[in-house]
């Protein structure tokens, strides 16, 4: 999104179709990505709400990130991480240290969800440029915009990929002799 919205950001029209179509396939990437993850997670054992949770406010975050850097806005970037952070100290503190809720879903969903309230802050109070309009989706915009995504995909499966092989090795191979445990 920051490439397209930083390249036509001062041409309105195509920014608005470049936003509109974005705000289409986002989505979509959302769900086909949790049709694929959620029967894996129930099948391996480790399905959570608060995973999902996590997966939600991220997207979120990073699809404002991607808005945010293309309008060359980094003030709005930070009042939203900042947010987050201050949203998430305050429910530590008043659920997890206040009211002794001891839980990891409960972390889970602070970390989580903790982005919903400064983006929805920000889009009513200082909402960024642009519009989005059903008519102007496109399925060629679309295509474009997918073209030019599948290597930012590709390389961040291959970077999971490599962060957490260690990890899935560990728990599948392991065992606590083994371990020092």
């Known amino acids: 999104i920051a490439r397209f919205v930083s390249q036509y950001r001062s041409d309105e029209k195509t920014l608005d179709s470049v936003l509109s179509n974005s705000l ?17 997670l129930w099948a391996l054992g480790k399905f959570n709400i608060g995973i999902l949770a996590i997966f939600l ?3 979120l975050f990073y699809v404002y990130w991607g808005l945010a850097s293309g309008f060359l806005e980094p003030r709005r970037l930070t009042v939203a991480y900042l947010g987050s ?3 998430q100290i305050l429910l ?3 659920l997890i240290a206040v009211l002794q809720i001891r839980s990891t879903t409960l972390a889970l969903l602070i970390y989580g969800l903790s982005y919903l309230i400064p983006l929805a802050l920000l889009a009513i109070f200082w ?7 059903s008519h102007l989706v496109d399925p060629r915009i679309i295509r474009r915009l997918l073209q030019f995504s599948v290597p930012i995909w590709i390389s961040h499966a291959c970077y ?3 962060l957490s092989i260690d990890l899935l090795m560990l728990e599948r191979r392991g065992n606590e002799p083994r371990l020092g445990a």
């Open 160 to 162: 999971t990929f490599s």
């Open 127 to 133: 909402p960024l440029p642009g519009h989005v309009r």
């Open 24 to 40: 289409f396939v986002i989505p979509g990437i959302f769900l086909v990505s949790l049709l694929v993850a959620v029967p894996i």
């Open 85 to 87: 952070n201050l949203v």
């Open 57 to 59: 406010g991220e997207t």
């Open 92 to 94: 530590v503190i008043v």
